[in-house]
């Protein structure tokens, strides 16, 4: 059986240290500067809350890879985020949902025919507004 050679062979570079230091303490500077954003369970749905100081960006965020992907593109910006745009398309979803919860139980528990029919027309317009709410907020 051959042996090989097991020495390391090539000389280490050699490096400034104090210029290495500069650049590492400026990029650690940098990062201290940008907020972190995390997702967190919360009922109902999820929050994304900016992880250095606790405080919520936007709540109840209806769906896990929807505040994964916009906690992601929040972690990217360099600026502070204003979570404002997204918390209303948020509260419209969850407007419209509770709605369409109404509009279901006026449906299965009225006589009339005349609430029967408005309750579904006015059921299917909500239907309308969850999906373009969803779809603003896929978009983040």
């Known amino acids: 059986m051959n042996k090989l050679a097991t020495k390391y062979t090539r000389k280490g570079k050699k490096y400034n240290k104090k210029d290495l230091a500069k650049k590492l ?3 650690a ?3 201290a500067k940008r907020n972190v954003y995390v997702v967190r369970k ?3 749905g999820y929050d994304i809350v900016d992880y250095v100081n606790k405080k919520i960006c936007v709540q109840n965020v209806p769906f896990l ?3 994964e992907r916009a906690c992601k593109s929040f972690n ?3 600026e502070p985020i204003n979570g404002n745009h997204m918390q209303r398309h948020v509260d419209k979803y969850f407007k419209h949902y509770m ?3 109404f509009y279901k139980h006026t449906i299965k528990t009225s006589n009339d025919k005349v609430k029967v029919f408005t309750a ?3 059921m299917q317009d909500s239907l309308d507004m969850i ?3 969803k779809l603003h907020l896929a978009n983040f």
């Open 25 to 27: 303490d400026g990029l």
């Open 29 to 31: 500077k940098k990062v």
């Open 42 to 44: 919360s009922e109902p």
């Open 65 to 67: 890879n929807i505040a």
């Open 76 to 78: 990217k910006s360099k």
């Open 99 to 101: 709605d369409l919860q």
């Open 120 to 122: 579904g027309v006015r």
């Open 131 to 133: 999906k373009e709410a």
